[in-house]
């Protein structure tokens, strides 16, 4: 006697299922912990001097995978049949309208919100730690001849309306 096919999920139940894409933005992940920005000695001084921190589009920046990977992976996974009908809950219907949906908001980030979209980089930093990582001391930090600036983010007051995102940047390949 084979088992009872399960019930479709409701809406709820598959919203449900995206909401461990969005944890880490839910709670401020910067709990107990200094960051740290390797920049040159000419920003660090303009940082200070004007009390500015600027913000950079990634479309611009030295890592063209910052922003556009997760996108190039949602592209994949919204074409490809199987993995979105399982996310689906295995409904055709509900299949094809995600679908549709994640091609609608793509095309509406592509063309009215990437360029409107900015980044400010931060490395975590052991507070205790008066050298810094090297790897951010060579890609950032002129090869130890510029500065890090390191903030104490347990300063900072989120705003829960503010459209700023505070979020770990996880640096994976593209089999991960």
């Known amino acids: 006697m084979g088992s009872a096919a399960e019930p479709p999920l409701t809406d709820h139940q598959l919203v449900a299922l995206f909401n461990p894409l969005y944890h880490r933005f839910e709670a401020p992940v910067l709990a107990g912990k200094m960051l740290a920005h ?3 000695i000419r920003v660090m001084e303009s940082i200070l001097s004007t009390s500015e921190i600027w913000f950079s589009n990634p479309l611009f920046m030295n890592d063209m995978q910052e922003m556009r990977s997760g996108l190039q992976e949602g592209t994949r996974f919204f074409s490809t049949k199987e993995p979105l009908l399982k996310a689906a809950g295995g409904n055709q219907t509900r299949a094809a309208i995600l679908q549709k949906l994640y091609f609608y908001y793509h095309t509406h ?3 009215e919100q990437a ?3 900015y980044v400010f980089c931060l490395t975590e930093h052991d ?3 008066n050298d810094g990582l090297l790897s ?5 930090g002129q090869h130890g001849n510029g500065a890090a600036l390191v903030f104490d983010p347990s300063k900072l007051t989120l705003i829960p309306s503010s459209p700023l995102i505070f979020g770990k940047v996880s640096y994976v390949t593209n089999e991960q």
């Open 38 to 40: 390797y920049t040159s």
């Open 109 to 111: 980030f592509d063309e």
């Open 115 to 117: 360029f409107d979209t």
């Open 127 to 129: 507070a205790e730690d």
């Open 136 to 140: 951010m001391w060579r890609g950032y």
